[in-house]
């Protein structure tokens, strides 16, 4: 093989290499994607399982099981302050992680706790449908699943900033409903930020509804015949579950604990009553009225658990998105009339899936520069040792006969011992 054919032949080796590496690394990135944005969500979500309700004992009625699953807080971004990326990123999140729970999990009905938007208080009618249009793709669900919303402040402005035309342009998307009953249990969904308590207009009309539905419930609950309670129809008489965005009053988070609540350094923090939470005035009148045996709540991004009066306990939800905290989550409820359970199925965490990417960056720019051989390996080659030297005048580059490299060597050992 003559010189030419010999150089000709290691330039198509060398770009034979170079197009395997492209590959390669296309190949890894490709991998990454896959699994950071897909795999990983069925992987983690996969783990969760529905929590078992109490059997009834032998020879008593068996009792349907409703599975539920609550969320809180989407707060998908808006026109004004939602940079383009921040809105793909964590819409992304939130729309691989409730369809696939969808998929794994199968519950037969989804609430979502209010904030379903960011700028729902301001947003104009344009940027409104943007938004539910949005929220529409990224929630969509088969026909079987009921999807039931709560506002919140976010969506409809706090109390001063809520007007009716905000009020109603969200019950025009997403209803006004605010009892549901399936399979013998009662849901009362509370518009919390119209419970200021000062009379006004949107708040009146919201708490004489409560005050119908409290006594179509309790009627229910306690008449011995049909036609006591509006006009012969009768709810289950089963103690309701309120769903609403503000939680009841509470001092502070300095009771609650686990992996989502708040960070320690805020637990202590006081909440400010109609803004935080609700009043202790409007708490104690929701608990009057319907006597809950479960409140579920939102708004605070973290998670916990309280008792309230005689016994009422209180879920507060963790936010769903990774824009408001680093492992969201969601509640698992296996409801009946008489009895319920719960369990929390946490999301991918943010930090795992960035320094997945991290890792993977790190292990492209290695793999690149040590085939550019600009990356020094740590314990050099016998082929690297010989390349080092000169190769003699005829023979093809960077090779050397054995015998010349040993001789080479003696002479510089003599030469050294003669100085």
């Known amino acids: 093989m003559g010189p030419a054919q010999w150089g000709q032949g290691r330039q198509g080796f060398r770009l034979l290499k170079k197009s395997l590496l ?12 896959l699994f950071c944005e897909f795999l990983i969500y069925y992987l983690v979500i996969f783990r969760c399982a529905w929590p078992e309700v109490a059997v009834p004992a032998p020879g008593r009625e068996q009792v349907p099981v409703l599975r539920a699953m609550v969320l809180a807080d989407t707060h998908l971004l808006g026109a004004v302050q939602g940079h383009w990326l921040d809105k793909l ?11 696939t729970a969808l998929w794994l999990l199968q519950p037969e009905v989804v609430f979502i706790l209010g904030d379903i938007f960011d700028e729902g208080k301001w947003s104009s009618p344009q940027a409104w449908a943007d938004d539910v249009g949005r929220f529409r793709k990224m929630f969509r669900h088969p026909a079987h699943v009921q999807l039931k919303v709560v506002a919140g402040n ?4 706090f109390h001063y900033w809520m007007s009716g035309y905000t009020v109603q342009r969200f019950e025009d998307v997403f209803s006004s409903q605010r009892l549901f009953s399936r399979k013998g249990v009662n849901f009362v969904m509370v518009n919390s930020v119209a419970m200021e308590g000062d009379g006004c207009s949107i708040c009146a009309v919201a708490e004489t509804k409560l005050l119908e539905i409290s006594q179509w419930l309790n009627c229910s609950r306690e008449a011995r015949g049909p036609s006591l309670c509006r006009a012969g129809r009768r709810l289950p008489p089963s103690a309701p579950i309120l769903l609403q965005h503000y939680p009841l009053y509470r001092a502070s988070d300095a009771n609650c604990s686990g992996p ?9 923090v006081p909440f400010t009553e109609r803004y935080d939470v609700l009043s202790w005035e409007a708490s104690q009148k929701l608990l009057w ?6 409140v579920l709540s939102g708004h605070t991004h973290s ?24 492992n969201p989550s969601f509640i698992m409820a296996s409801l ?9 199925c946490f999301l991918p965490q943010e930090d795992t899936v960035l320094a997945t990417y991290f890792g993977v960056l790190g292990l492209l720019v290695v793999v690149t520069l040590a085939h550019l051989e600009r990356l020094a390996l740590p314990f050099p080659s016998g082929w690297t040792v010989l390349r080092t030297h000169r190769a003699r005048p005829g023979l093809a580059p960077d090779i050397m006969p054995l015998k ?4 080479k060597v003696d002479l510089d050992v003599a030469c050294g011992m003669e100085k």
């Open 22 to 33: 492209i590959w390669k690394l296309m190949a890894v990135v490709l991998v990454a994607l």
């Open 336 to 344: 009946t009339s008489q009895d319920y359970a719960l369990a929390k």
């Open 154 to 157: 976010h969506d409809i402005g």
């Open 303 to 326: 998670a916990c658990e309280v008792l309230h009066g005689s016994g009422t306990p209180e879920v507060s939800v963790p936010s769903f998105s990774w824009r408001n905290r680093n």
């Open 260 to 268: 989502d609540a708040a960070p320690p350094d805020e637990r202590t």
């Open 89 to 99: 990123r964590r819409e992304w999140q939130m729309e691989r992680a409730f369809q």
């Open 404 to 407: 010349d490299l040993d001789l």
């Open 289 to 294: 009225w319907f006597r809950p045996r479960l």
